[in-house]
């Protein structure tokens, strides 16, 4: 069965740490894996996207890995800002050619950043 | 903004009553999508249109009617729902099959 696991369900830091988002899948054939940041009452955005060959993304304070064998993923947030309380949300897309209706999604993981 | 809107932001009605959630996209995009995220459960997809061609019908009840016009309008009419369909519903839409642009999200209660 195709799944995306996210942990911790939650997180509470305090502003200006560093914290890891932990994804797991069972997802196949696989595409590509994305992070999406969902602020509360608003549409999730995409963060990063990776694909089979790429081991490690950036964007801003964000950066993504990738570790296809053992099908896991992070996403790391550096020196961690009020803005960045949201949740995350880890997407793996199905290798299904054309098809839209492909994207396995995780439950996500609420972050808090304290002042 | 990401480029697709939602209307209305907050809605409420009750068990028997007619509403209908509208979305719009201003991306160009061919495929559009309706979500329902509830809590502590991963995004659900309802359905997925293709040019205006609805393409996939993942079980939803038949109390969510979708309609799409054209490719860059996309409605949800809801009636006769139950309580256990209060919920975020989000539109997406995407060029094929890349990446997906999210709405804001209605969210719905239903009394």
């Known amino acids: 069965k195709n799944q995306v696991e996210q942990s911790p369900q939650s997180l509470i830091i305090l502003e200006g740490k560093n914290c890891t988002l932990q994804c797991n899948y069972t997802v196949s054939p696989f595409s590509n894996l994305r992070w999406y940041k969902q602020d509360t009452g608003r549409g999730p955005v995409s963060l990063t996207i990776?694909?089979?060959?790429?081991n490690t993304k950036s964007n801003g304070r964000y950066t993504a890995t990738l570790d296809a064998d053992t099908k896991q993923s992070s996403l790391h947030i550096t020196a961690s800002q009020l803005s960045d309380s949201a949740s995350y949300i880890c997407v793996v897309s199905l290798n299904y050619g054309g098809s839209q209706g492909n994207l396995i999604f995780g439950k996500g993981t609420k972050l808090s950043v304290k002042p | 903004e990401t480029g697709v809107t939602q209307t209305p932001r907050h809605l409420v009605m009750g068990m028997t009553n007619k509403k209908s959630l509208k979305c719009e996209q201003h991306l160009g995009h061919n495929a559009m999508y309706w979500y329902k995220q509830s809590a502590k459960k991963p995004l659900e997809l309802m359905f997925v249109?293709?040019?205006?061609?609805?393409?996939e019908n993942n079980s939803v009840p038949s109390r969510f009617s979708p309609e799409c016009p054209n490719s860059s309008h996309l409605f949800l009419h809801l009636h006769t729902l139950q309580p256990e369909d209060s919920a975020l519903y989000l539109c997406?839409?995407?060029?094929?099959?890349?990446?997906?642009?999210f709405g804001p999200g209605t969210r719905l209660t239903v009394l």
């Open positions: 997406a839409s995407s060029r094929g099959g890349y990446e997906q642009f």
């Open positions: 249109y293709n040019f205006k061609e609805q393409t």
């Open positions: 990776m694909t089979f060959s790429e």
